[in-house]
């Protein structure tokens, strides 16, 4: 039998990094350089369109940009990560509770515990509700800093912009599947991650704004390489594979029966899920489809 090795520990914190790129769970926001979008187009009838995104709304990717809006304007159907409805997001934050049998603070050692009550103090976070969570679902709460604003972010305006317009919404996951991916990755780990968050709160946050940083580049290379620099080590390739790769297999098939009945999508998810070789945009090329990044300047036709 072989003896399972250590988990490489300083991936831990990388791995946040990874969550703002291809995890859409209300804990987080999403927002979009204007320099140059992560919006492909799907050659369908009528066209569809692949929108990347960042699970921040740091000002320096602030922007929704025209071509953005444009196209989902004219969608036939809105194919985000999850449900953002208001009915939803209780939905989420009961089941979060619900799955945590035993009380957090007696799970976590005393100073762990202490530290995260007084970040949540500081970010408005009860601490009745962080006793109720899994230490995973704890620690990605505190994943970005604290002037996160859900109700300002793309991923959330760009739902309420479909329902405005009413255009059928399709999402992609729900969140109990979002939920599950946490749970069976980190599962052990779940205590160190939530030190390493918590450390990097500390810290000021210099990996999230690294990785903001290079999202607002607009540079699909530089988020690969990103992507490839937090799949090193056991954990890191391990939460690679599930969190992006698997859930990229399942969203491609789901997408893939959308776009055989008919074109007119407009999919927003993080950015993580669309680049490389493993990532939407060569999925559906494998499929048959052609997929073309858009121009910076892109003008969505009528």
């Known amino acids: 039998m072989k003896t399972p090795t ?10 946040a990094r990874l969550a703002l790129l291809v995890l859409a769970l209300p804990l987080l926001r999403a927002e979009q350089t204007e320099s ?16 990347g995104t960042i699970h921040s709304s740091d000002p320096a990717v602030g922007t929704l940009p025209d071509s953005v809006t444009s196209a989902l304007a004219k969608a036939r159907m809105f194919l985000p990560e999850i449900d953002l409805s208001p009915e939803t997001m209780a939905q989420a934050l009961s089941t979060m509770m619900e799955e945590n049998a035993q009380p957090l603070s007696d799970v976590l050692p005393p100073e762990l515990w202490e530290e995260l009550a007084a970040a949540g103090r500081e970010q408005g976070v009860p601490e009745f509700l962080l006793d109720r969570l ?11 800093p604290q002037d996160e604003n859900f ?6 305006r760009l739902f309420q912009k479909a329902v405005e317009h009413r255009i059928r919404i399709f999402p992609l996951e729900t969140i109990a599947e979002q939920l599950d991916v946490l749970k ?26 690294a ?7 607009g540079d699909a290379d530089r988020i690969l390489r990103l992507l490839e620099e937090q799949g090193e080590g ?23 029966r959308e776009l055989s009945q008919e074109g007119g999508l407009f999919v927003a998810v993080g950015v993580g899920h669309l680049v490389g070789d ?6 559906l090329r494998a499929g048959g489809y052609t997929v073309t990044r858009a121009a910076a300047t892109a003008e969505i036709g009528p």
Request: no cysteine.
């Open 134 to 144: 899994q230490p995973a679902v704890a620690a990605f709460m505190f994943v970005a």
């Open 234 to 256: 056991e954990l890191g390739e391990r939460f690679l594979e599930a969190v992006l790769y698997e859930r990229n297999v399942t969203m491609a098939r789901r997408l893939q």
């Open 151 to 156: 109700f300002q972010s793309i991923d959330f």
């Open 278 to 283: 493993r990532g939407l945009v060569e999925k």
């Open 184 to 209: 069976r990755v980190i599962g052990d780990d779940a205590v160190t991650f939530l030190r390493e968050v918590l450390e990097e709160r500390r810290k000021g946050y210099p990996n999230y704004r």
């Open 211 to 217: 990785t903001v940083e290079a999202y607002a580049s």
């Open 36 to 51: 140059h979008p992560f919006l492909w187009v799907v050659e369908s009838d009528p066209p569809s369109y692949l929108f």
């Open 6 to 15: 250590r988990p490489h520990f300083a991936n831990l914190r990388l791995i």
